[in-house]
Structures are given as C-alpha cells and as structure tokens.
C-alpha cells in the first residue's frame, strides 16, 4: 500500500523533531527494562524432564533428542510447519522465521544450539531446503510424538531444552504471537513510519490482516 498525504507523519523543525525524539526514547528504555527483567524472569522457570526416546532423522542418521544438543548444553528448537506430502503449501511464517535466523556460530559461542524439526520426511525436508536456500540444521520428527509431547501438535513453536549430563529438561516453550520476537523482519518494519502495514495496528498504513501479506522468499 503506498501511503497518502494525510497518512504521512506531521513536519516538523529539528528542534521539535529532537523533542519529540527524546520523549520518545524514554518509553523506549523503559520498554527495554521491562524487557530485560521478562527475560530474568523466564530463565527462573522451573524444567521439566524430557525422558522419551524418539528417534529423529537427520543427515547423519538417527538422532537422540540428547544428540541434538551436538554436545552443548542448551538447545532451542524451532517446530516448523512442513508435514508429510506435498511443498506446495508450506508455512509462509515458519519459512520467514528461518530466513530470520542469525549465524550459528554466535549461538554456538554461548553455548547453545539451534535445531528445527518438522514433522516431514527428511527427503522432502531437504528438498525444501534446497529450494529456499537455507544450510540450517533441520531434523524429521516423523513417527515421533515429539510434536504433541511439545504442546505444539500441528502448530509452530520454539522449545527450548537444557541438559544435565545425560538428563534432557525442557526450561521454556512460546508459540502465536510469542514467535514474533524471533522475527527480525518486523523489528526493520516497526521502525518505519508505515509500519507493518497491517490493519490491526494503531496508526495504521494498510488494511492487510496479520500475516496476510507472507510468502516464501521466492514468490514476491
């Protein structure tokens, strides 16, 4: 959608510019404060042991969920919606979640380490993959009740694990709305004056409903 006149912020001087900028910026502190005491407050919560055995496909075979960690002590799992059958209806969100993703290496630097899981096969995984571009470790949870154990069934999510020795705990999990954060796409269009361009915002710049305007990165 492309803005009209009357859509467009009001002009303003530097000085008053710089004013409002300012006002502004104290909210953000704020915001960010309340945010790094969320964050204090969600590594306190207590695990839950995770002591099934599935059996996930990987590229180098068979996998544990204990070997998932590949020897790290925490592990964040990203569920991706790719189910048995066909690509041609794959989740425009998921997909964008993993064109999101950060390099490894600096997960892997404070020690954790990142896997999605699909509950595809792992040849139609892969073949997926290799339309989109992406070398990011994925594993099939097929005939696993991972999914379900993880409260996300046919849904998406993030798990997150920790390990104590040969004991795997389940520390953390968000899903819906939660996944947001995990989308550096929408922290670039919150910082624009038209925003995400999607009806349900406060001063918004489009009449799109959330998430209406996603597609895999090869069919804008």
Same mark, same amino acid.
């Given at each position: &959608?492309?803005?009209?006149?009357?859509?467009?912020?009001?002009?303003?001087?530097?000085?008053?510019?710089?004013?409002? $900028?300012?006002?502004?910026?104290?909210?953000?502190?704020?915001?960010?404060?309340?945010?790094?005491?969320?964050?204090?407050? $969600?590594?306190?919560? @207590?695990?839950?042991?995770?002591?099934?055995?599935?059996?996930?496909?990987?590229?180098?075979?068979?996998?544990?969920?204990?070997?998932?960690?590949?020897?790290? @002590?925490?592990?964040?799992?990203?569920?991706?919606?790719?189910?048995?059958?066909?690509?041609?209806?794959?989740? @425009?969100?998921?997909? &964008?979640?993993?064109?999101?993703?950060?390099?490894?290496?600096?997960?892997?630097? =404070?020690?954790?380490?990142?896997?999605?899981?699909?509950?595809?096969?792992?040849?139609?995984?892969?073949?997926?993959?290799? =339309? &989109?571009?992406?070398?990011?470790?994925?594993? +099939? +949870?097929?005939?696993?009740?991972?999914?379900?154990?993880?409260?996300?069934?046919?849904?998406?999510?993030?798990?997150?694990?920790?390990?104590?020795?040969?004991?795997?705990? $389940?520390?953390?999990?968000? +899903?819906? =709305?939660?996944?947001?954060?995990?989308?550096?796409?929408?922290?670039?269009?919150?910082?624009?004056?038209?925003? $995400?361009?999607?009806?349900?915002?406060?001063?918004?710049?489009?009449?799109?409903? @959330? +998430?209406?305007?996603?597609?895999?990165?090869?069919?804008?």
């Amino acid at each position: &959608m492309t803005a009209t006149r009357h859509e467009l912020p009001p002009i303003a001087s530097p000085e008053e510019w710089q004013a409002a $900028r300012d006002a502004l910026l104290a909210k953000e502190k704020a915001h960010m404060k309340a945010a790094d005491d969320l964050a204090a407050e $969600r590594r306190r919560l @207590p695990m839950v042991p995770f002591t099934k055995p599935y059996e996930f496909d990987s590229p180098e075979g068979k996998q544990s969920l204990l070997d998932l960690f590949d020897g790290r @002590p925490q592990l964040v799992v990203y569920h991706f919606m790719l189910y048995p059958g066909t690509n041609d209806a794959v989740c @425009p969100g998921c997909s &964008m979640i993993v064109d999101n993703l950060p390099h490894l290496a600096h997960l892997h630097a =404070r020690n954790v380490t990142l896997k999605v899981v699909a509950p595809a096969p792992l040849a139609q995984i892969e073949q997926f993959k290799t =339309r &989109m571009g992406w070398d990011v470790p994925f594993v +099939s +949870s097929n005939g696993t009740e991972f999914p379900d154990d993880c409260g996300v069934g046919s849904a998406f999510g993030v798990s997150v694990f920790l390990r104590d020795g040969d004991q795997v705990y $389940r520390t953390y999990f968000t +899903s819906g =709305r939660g996944g947001e954060q995990f989308l550096v796409t929408h922290r670039y269009l919150d910082v624009t004056p038209l925003g $995400r361009q999607e009806a349900w915002e406060k001063e918004s710049h489009g009449d799109a409903g @959330p +998430s209406e305007w996603w597609r895999l990165h090869d069919e804008y």
